[in-house]
């Protein structure tokens, strides 16, 4: 059976450009006392596609996976409409030199892409790995993001040294981490989650994957935000930060996100 493998091309597209440019200073001016120079970012673009393309086969031989689908960003994000705090801490930093010059790659040579307004690659990626009828047959996702937990599909998680680790991940799990998310949030991503809850609390609180359904979890995680200050606003505001989406978050037909809830709310 043939498998598809939906990669986070915004990490491939970052490392590659950022592992392909390098650098060196010009003289641009000469005073009295001092030289002054300036950087020159370059990058050489062979040196950049041979990055992806190396990337690329080791996550197909490793995955064992015959046909390749891409996942971008689309600018813009959803969640900063809701929360417009979402990512904001982050700093504002140049993109490396062939970052649009690889995103196009992709496209140029063959690849098919899949990227939605307003949406992530993580949440392409969510919405392509739990439906049925988009990219049918055996799937799995690559990605660097440890968010992926909160995704029922096969996993297998990059890293910096590039091991690849295979891992399947059950709906009751991904519940399981969604609610956990919610809870402890993630400050990276300009979400605080419950004011007191980390990683062991958020633990006691959920219990064990699987022990609980999503609806009674929710439950437990609404009265923890209430007994620490918080509202039950906040607590779906923070759900819908921690919450990649699936295909049912997803209206195909507008092309519009349907912000989670608890059907039972």
Request: hydrophobic share 40%; with cysteine; aromatic share 10%.
């Given at each position: 059976m043939s498998r598809t493998v939906i990669i986070d091309g915004d990490i491939i597209v970052y490392r590659a450009s950022d592992a392909a440019m390098d650098d060196f200073e010009v003289e641009c001016e000469e005073t009295d006392e001092n030289f002054l120079y300036r950087?020159?970012?370059?990058?050489n673009k062979q040196t950049a596609i041979n990055a992806v393309e190396t990337m690329i086969n080791k996550i197909c031989?490793?995955?064992k996976?015959?046909?390749?689908?891409?996942?971008?960003s689309n600018g813009e994000n959803f969640r900063k409409q809701i929360n417009p705090e979402y990512k904001a801490n982050r700093?504002?930093?140049?993109?490396?030199?062939?970052?649009?010059?690889?995103?196009?790659?992709?496209?140029e040579n063959g690849y098919k892409v899949y990227e939605r307004p307003n949406l992530e690659a993580d949440d392409v990626i969510g919405i392509l790995a739990t439906s049925d009828k988009i990219i049918r047959g055996d799937k799995c996702v690559w990605s660097f993001d440890k968010d992926f937990k909160t995704i029922p599909c096969k996993f297998a998680k990059g890293s910096p040294d590039g091991n690849i680790k295979k891992t399947v991940i059950t709906p009751e799990e991904a519940d399981w981490w969604f609610m956990y998310q919610t809870l402890i949030g993630d400050r990276t991503d300009g979400y605080?989650?419950?004011n007191g809850i980390g990683d062991v609390t958020a633990r006691k609180?959920?219990?064990?994957?699987?022990?609980?359904?999503?609806?009674e979890m929710w439950k437990l995680v609404k009265a923890t935000y209430k007994e620490h200050g918080h509202t039950e606003e906040e607590a779906l505001m923070n759900a819908r930060m921690a919450r990649i989406l699936r295909n049912t978050d997803y209206d195909f037909k507008t092309k519009e996100v349907k912000l989670w809830k608890m059907d039972t709310d």
């Open positions: 950087t020159v970012l370059y990058a031989k490793v995955t996976s015959d046909e390749v689908v891409i996942c971008l700093k504002k930093k140049l993109k490396p030199v062939l970052y649009n010059f690889l995103r196009n790659y992709f496209t605080s989650g419950c609180i959920l219990g064990k994957a699987g022990e609980k359904s999503l609806e």
